[in-house]
């Protein structure tokens, strides 16, 4: 009994550590948020968000611009939307249409109406879990490099499970945008822009104007899943 205690209770302690951790977070994360951002009040938006609501059956969705530079847009644990004020002013250079910002919302809203904030918690408070025992097992054969491998392992994992949340939400954002009239068009020709401002096919940069693209999977391949997702609908694809 003595020797489980022993090998639960720092697993115990790790876990309860990940979880607080996570909420701590969350907390600030939140407070950053309402320091840094206020209501979009976009007349160019009005007619598309207006479109998503209707198709949502909601009287208005609530977005808020988030003063950044980064091209960006966000879904708070709490179900707020965020886009980014760098996403804002491309809207007004003319670099980004309604029915583009629209598809972002659209992807945001998925995130929130999936669970993966509470998901990512959980994801969060396992992740930290596993790093230790994976760290704890490997550093037994492995001294020096184990916790390191086991850095990455996890690492690799988490990258995995995210990108997984991605093409959630792409097809969550791919079915509203087919509902609100607005179609698949301008999703696809969003994603087809910021690559080209990444500067390379797959537009994985790690640039600021460029964080949305950053954690995400690959452009060709959310760009086949939302085209999938087309034939299986037998619809044809807006290109407004």
């Given at each position: 009994?003595?020797?489980?205690?022993?090998?639960?209770?720092?697993?115990?302690?790790?876990?309860?550590?990940?979880?607080?951790?996570?909420?701590?977070?969350l907390w600030r994360s939140a407070q950053m948020l309402d320091a840094q951002s206020q209501p979009l009040n976009e007349p160019l938006l009005a007619r598309v968000l207006g479109a998503l609501a209707k198709?949502?059956?909601?009287?208005?969705?609530?977005?808020?611009?988030?003063?950044?530079?980064?091209?960006?847009?966000?879904?708070?644990?709490?179900?707020?939307?965020?886009?980014?004020?760098?996403?804002?002013?491309?809207?007004?250079?003319?670099?980004?249409?309604?029915?583009?910002?629209?598809?972002?919302?659209?992807?945001?809203?998925?995130?929130?109406?999936?669970?993966?904030?509470?998901?990512?918690?959980?994801?969060?408070?396992?992740?930290t879990a596993t790093r230790f025992v994976l760290a704890t097992l490997l550093s037994r054969f492995l001294p020096g490099i184990g916790p390191w491998i086991a850095g990455i392992a996890t690492s690799a994992l988490v990258a995995r499970l995210s990108q997984r949340d991605e093409f959630e939400a792409d097809a969550y954002a791919a079915a509203l945008l087919t509902k609100a009239g607005i179609g698949t068009g301008p999703q696809k020709?969003?994603?087809?822009?910021?690559?080209?401002?990444?500067?390379?096919?797959?537009?994985?940069?790690?640039?600021?104007?460029?964080?949305?693209?950053?954690?995400?999977?690959e452009t060709r391949d959310r760009v086949a899943a939302i085209e999938a997702l087309e034939r299986r609908w037998g619809a044809k694809p807006s290109t407004r």
């Open positions: 009994m003595s020797i489980m205690l022993k090998v639960l209770t720092p697993l115990i302690l790790v876990l309860a550590w990940g979880f607080l951790a996570q909420r701590f977070a198709a949502q059956g909601i009287a208005a969705i609530r977005v808020h611009v988030l003063a950044s530079d980064a091209i960006n847009g966000l879904a708070a644990a709490d179900g707020r939307i965020f886009l980014t004020r760098g996403f804002h002013r491309r809207l007004h250079a003319g670099d980004v249409t309604p029915e583009e910002l629209a598809s972002v919302v659209a992807h945001e809203i998925g995130h929130v109406a999936l669970g993966h904030s509470r998901r990512r918690m959980i994801d969060y408070t396992g992740h020709s969003l994603l087809a822009k910021l690559s080209a401002l990444a500067g390379s096919p797959q537009g994985q940069s790690t640039g600021t104007g460029l964080a949305w693209l950053a954690s995400h999977p």
